[in-house]
């Protein structure tokens, strides 16, 4: 089968680094997307990798390695509005979009 | 305004209902998706579409149908509800399609079906 795993629940401290783990088990491989999801809104798109490495984005980093089938978003300087669920999705061989149950990030003072 | 609308936000409804969903978009996007989400899962597709005229199962498309009235509109219907269809609703679009293109989603619809 194929499958995504990420934790379900992360706590982290305002103004700290937290770093979000995705593992993949899929058909082939054509891409991986984090998205972020506030409570009951709509998920919006945060980054996208397709080769191995890091990509930056601001306080956002997202990373690949194929070979391990692994990837992880780091969020630096958080913010109380960082609180959020983060979702991990990887694009198979068929470019089926597989989707992680997501990582509830909690934020504290 | 949102450039995805979902209408209704929120439906309470009752077992063997006819309920539909429906989507309209303002970004020009061609491609079109319905998925639910639930607690503790991942977001499951139930159908999607290229194009006008072009309607494809997803991996749980069953006790689900949808049409593709126009380019900018894409309804999801549930002929006979359940209680096991009750969650949360997207409509997503996207230009370049699943493979490179990231998705664009509306709001969401909420079901609860009793």
């Known amino acids: 089968g194929q499958n995504i795993d990420q934790p379900t629940e992360m706590t982290a401290t305002e103004g700290a680094i937290v770093q979000i783990n995705c593992t993949y088990q899929t058909s082939g491989f054509n891409g991986l997307f984090w998205y972020q999801q506030h409570a009951g809104e709509a998920p919006t798109f945060l980054s996208y990798n397709v080769l191995d490495g890091l990509e930056e984005k601001g306080r956002f980093s997202s990373f690949l390695s194929r070979s391990k089938g692994y990837s992880y978003l780091l969020l630096k300087e958080l913010q109380m509005k960082d609180s959020a669920s983060y979702l991990c999705a990887v694009t198979n061989s068929n470019y089926q979009l597989i989707w992680g149950a997501g990582t509830k990030l909690i934020i504290k003072p | 305004d949102a450039d995805v609308t979902q209408t209704p936000r929120n439906r309470i409804t009752k077992t063997g209902k006819r309920i539909m969903l429906e989507c309209s978009q303002t970004?020009?996007?061609?491609?079109m998706y319905w998925y639910r989400q639930d607690p503790g899962l991942g977001l499951r597709l139930i159908y999607y579409s290229f194009d006008v005229k072009d309607i494809n199962k997803g991996e749980i498309s069953d006790g689900y149908s949808v049409s593709r009235q126009a380019q900018a509109k894409f309804s999801l219907s549930l002929e006979s509800a359940i209680p096991n269809q009750t969650a949360l609703y997207f409509c997503a679009t996207s230009d370049a399609g699943l493979d490179t293109g990231e998705l664009f989603f509306g709001e969401g619809s909420r079901l609860t079906v009793l």
């Open positions: 970004k020009g996007h061609d491609r």
